[in-house]
C-alpha cells in the first residue's frame, strides 16, 4: 500500500531535550515536505526536500533541522524543543513526474506537546 | 508571491444543502495545479479534489465540484447533498510550476453539518 509513515503519533516532552519524528515513503517520491499546523494558522512549511540531499528552508524553519540522505526518509529533528513548537506536524511527498497534477501524500500526524 | 487565501474559518451548512467552501489564490505561473484537502478530526489529511490550470472542464469527484474561475483566480469547492461525515476542517492548496512545484495551503474553513 503507498503511504506515508510518520511516528510517533504523539509525543509529550520537555523542554530542551531533543527529539526526532520519523517520516518514510514507500513510493519513491522526489519532494517530501515537514509542515506544522497551529489554530487559525493552517499549515505552515518547516522545510522540504526536492531529493536526496537536497533540502530548503520554508516558512517557518528555525528551532528545526532535516535531513535526506535516502530517498524515503525524511525525519525532522528538533534539536532543543520549546513550548512554543507544541504543534501537529505532518509529514508529506509527491512526486515530479507529472508535475502540478502530482497531489500530496500526508502522513498521519504527530501531535507534539512541550512541557 | 504565491499565496492561497480562504476567506471562511467556519461554516454551517444543514445536513442535505450544498455548500461552497471559497478559496482564491494569487500566481503569477501560468501552469499550476490546485487541490482541496479534508482533515476530520481524527486529524488525517484527506485528498478530495484536483484542478489544473489548463483544465477547461470543473473537476468533479462524486459530491465534490470546484468551481474554477480562471479570471477571478478562484477555486471553490462545491460539497453537494451534505452529510454528517462532512464536519471537518478544509484546506484549499496550490502547486504552481515555477516554484519547484512546492505547495502552497491556505488557512482552511471549519464545516459543520448541522442535522
Known amino acids: 500500500e503507498a503511504q506515508v509513515t510518520q511516528n510517533p503519533r504523539y509525543l509529550i516532552t520537555v523542554t530542551g531535550k531533543k527529539l526526532t519524528v520519523t517520516c518514510s515513503q514507500n513510493?519513491?517520491?522526489?519532494?517530501m515536505s515537514w509542515y506544522r499546523q497551529d489554530p487559525g494558522l493552517g499549515l505552515r512549511q518547516i522545510y522540504y526536500?526536492?531529493?536526496?540531499?537536497?533540502?530548503d528552508k520554508g516558512d517557518v524553519p528555525e528551532g528545526y533541522k532535516v535531513s535526506r540522505k535516502e530517498k524515503r526518509n525524511f525525519p525532522l529533528i528538533l534539536e532543543s524543543p520549546s513550548p512554543n513548537q507544541t504543534s501537529l506536524y505532518f509529514c508529506?511527498?509527491?512526486?515530479?513526474?507529472?508535475?502540478?497534477?502530482?497531489?500530496?501524500?500526508f502522513g498521519s500526524g504527530t501531535q507534539l506537546s512541550v512541557l | 508571491a504565491q499565496k492561497i487565501t480562504q476567506t471562511q474559518p467556519g461554516m454551517f451548512v444543514q445536513e442535505k444543502e450544498a455548500v461552497t467552501l471559497d478559496c482564491t489564490y494569487d500566481?503569477?505561473?501560468?501552469?499550476?495545479?490546485l487541490f482541496w484537502y479534508k482533515q476530520p478530526s481524527s486529524g488525517e489529511m484527506i485528498f478530495l479534489i484536483y484542478?489544473?490550470?489548463?483544465?477547461?472542464q470543473n473537476a468533479t469527484e462524486g459530491r465534490y465540484s470546484l468551481n474554477f474561475q480562471k479570471a477571478r483566480k478562484s477555486a471553490n469547492l462545491v460539497i453537494s447533498a451534505s452529510q454528517l461525515g462532512d464536519s471537518a476542517m478544509y484546506f484549499c492548496?496550490?502547486?504552481?510550476?515555477?516554484?519547484?512545484?512546492?505547495?502552497?495551503f491556505g488557512t482552511g474553513t471549519s464545516l459543520t453539518v448541522i442535522p
Open positions: 508529506a511527498s509527491s512526486s515530479h513526474q507529472a508535475g502540478v497534477r502530482e497531489k500530496l501524500f
Open positions: 513510493m519513491n517520491h522526489e519532494y
Open positions: 526536500s526536492m531529493n536526496v540531499e537536497v533540502t
Open positions: 500566481t503569477s505561473d501560468q501552469s499550476y495545479g
Open positions: 484542478q489544473g490550470s489548463y483544465d477547461e
Open positions: 492548496a496550490m502547486r504552481p510550476s515555477n516554484t519547484g512545484n512546492q505547495f502552497y
